[in-house]
């Protein structure tokens, strides 16, 4: 028996050990490769089981004896890098201990915690090291970190890293990269700014795209009719509250817990606010909040302790809760890659999904086109009182085709002088764009916050005229410089993730 059959026999035998009775699409074609020792592209969708397509092949050819950082694992948030090293964790547990060798050590480094604390654990040289791409920088340009005796490097969620403004960051890393080394870069979608990574670190790799082969796979893209893509239109922006709460009550014999997507932290407070005040259990997940309180909600949350958690686009990755009933869409998301990962959440590992997004009449168009990108089917969500419903109808069909929002082709990305350490939060970015320059919401995409400076994504038909308008005004008070991100040269620093 050679090597290779050795060790995905060994794979085999470590899924059925975790639960798992067979492999999905993305274990099946993606840890061969791996076990093999060969770079790889995979492209599938959250919940099609990526993490252990490659910590198990991967680890199974770490060296225990070797104390020294050996893979790699890359994440854009700490929630998802959390879930990725407890996996670790029980891999290397069920791992064969030949000679009662240690097991691998594995061990963290993530933005928004103390770095002095964090250096004593990388001190003890884990074999795995799970982290966040601007602490692991910080890490290495220190000294505090050495990856000479890397073998492994993985890119996991490639396109939220990206989206998140992390490329620069990565691209940094890999100059500390050894000469030789195996790289996995797994995405559920492709763009032309993620592209660079692709060059960088896996051109040569094989490609492997299960994306709509398997039942999770199927539910993320709408092609299963176990999942459920709508949309329910309310008359006027301003009772979006109660058409929440409405919708909870419609839905509730069907759902058991479920997410609230908003755009802004703002945005999240308030709405918890007000279904607390409406008798449900709800919690807030959104960046402002720090690593322990994170990990609190989340933990009342998969345990049952909440119905609701409502969360900033922070939570579209990197929350894996069994039998997640619904998805509901309470603020628009602004790409169709940002919608299959927010409705991603539900309807894993082949159970029943549901996303509902509450829109106006005159950001229909918006989501329509959205969908479509998308290649997403969705049909109008059907309240049980007809009175509603035929209200909600007529409000759609009387809207002038002059007041409808037409959908922007694509977003650019601006960049802002000011970040966290002078305390802007989203809402004060939004607030200067929408109520100072008078851009539409749904003209405004991601707003990313690092700490020393700020990305904002904006309809590219109006990037040019928004830097001029934004530089002439304030945000929060205080003097801002702007330009276009694509054009900045290489940033350094600690970046939250």
């Not at 407890?86 to 064969?96: G, R, Y």
């Not at 791409?133 to 490097?153: F, Y």
């Not at 900033?312 to 603020?331: P, Y």
């Not at 990037?463 to 940033?491: G, Y």
Request: proline share 3%.
């Amino acid at each position: 028996m050679d090597i290779n059959t050795q060790s995905l026999k060994l794979e085999t035998e470590l899924l059925l050990k975790l639960g798992f009775e067979k492999p999905t699409e993305i274990q099946s074609q993606s840890m061969p490769i791996l076990a093999e020792g060969d770079s790889l592209l995979g492209l599938a969708p959250t919940g099609s089981g990526k993490t252990l397509a490659f910590l198990l092949p991967l680890m199974c050819r770490l060296d225990p004896s070797l104390r020294k950082v050996q893979l790699l694992v890359l994440t854009p948030t700490r929630e998802l890098g959390l879930q990725i090293s407890q996996v670790a964790e029980k891999i290397s547990k069920l791992l064969p201990n030949e000679n009662n060798s240690s097991h691998l050590l594995v061990r963290t480094a993530f933005g928004g915690q103390r770095s002095e604390s964090q250096k004593e654990e990388i001190l003890k040289n884990p074999a795995v090291l799970v982290a966040t791409p601007g602490r692991v920088l910080e890490h290495l340009e220190r000294g505090t970190i050495e990856i000479d005796a890397l073998k492994a490097i993985v890119l996991d969620e490639a396109d939220l890293m990206v989206g998140m403004g992390f490329e620069t960051q990565v691209a940094a890393i890999c100059d500390f990269l050894p000469k030789k080394f195996q790289a996995a870069l797994f995405s559920a979608t492709e763009s032309e700014s993620q592209s660079r990574l692709q060059n960088r670190l896996v051109h040569r790799a094989t490609r492997v795209d299960v994306r709509g082969k398997n039942t999770d796979e199927a539910n993320s893209n709408g092609n299963s009719d176990s999942f459920r893509h709508q949309y329910w239109t309310i008359a006027d922006r301003n009772e979006k509250d109660s058409a929440l709460l409405e919708l909870m009550t419609e839905i509730r014999s069907q759902t058991e817990t479920g997410i609230v997507f908003c755009q802004t932290r703002e945005n999240v407070q308030r709405v918890v606010s007000f279904l607390r005040d409406a008798g449900i259990s709800a919690e807030a997940l959104s960046g402002e909040l720090g690593q322990v309180e994170r990990t609190t909600v989340l933990r009342r949350f998969k345990s049952g302790g909440l119905q609701y958690l409502v969360a900033t686009n922070l939570a579209s990755r990197g929350i894996d809760v069994k039998e997640l009933s619904v998805v509901i869409n309470f603020d628009l998301p602004s790409t169709p890659e940002e919608y299959i990962h927010r409705a991603g959440r539900s309807g894993r590992a082949g159970s029943p999904g549901w996303a509902i997004s509450l829109c106006s009449p005159q950001s229909l168009d918006f989501l329509r086109k959205l969908m479509a990108e998308a290649g997403i089917a969705i049909k109008k969500f059907n309240l049980a009182s007809e009175k509603q419903s035929t209200a909600t109808q007529k409000s759609e069909n009387s809207t002038p085709e002059s007041e409808q929002y037409k959908a922007p082709a694509s977003f650019g990305k601006i960049h802002i002088n000011k970040g966290k350490s002078s305390k802007i939060r989203p809402g004060d970015i939004l607030g200067a764009l929408t109520k100072e320059i008078g851009l539409n919401r749904t003209q405004v995409g991601g707003i990313f916050i690092f700490d020393h400076f700020s990305h904002v994504e904006v309809e590219a038909t109006l990037i040019k005229s928004t830097m001029i308008k934004l530089a002439q005004k304030k945000i929060k008070n205080l003097s801002v410089k702007v330009s276009e991100a694509e054009t900045l040269s290489a940033a350094r620093g600690r970046f939250g993730a």
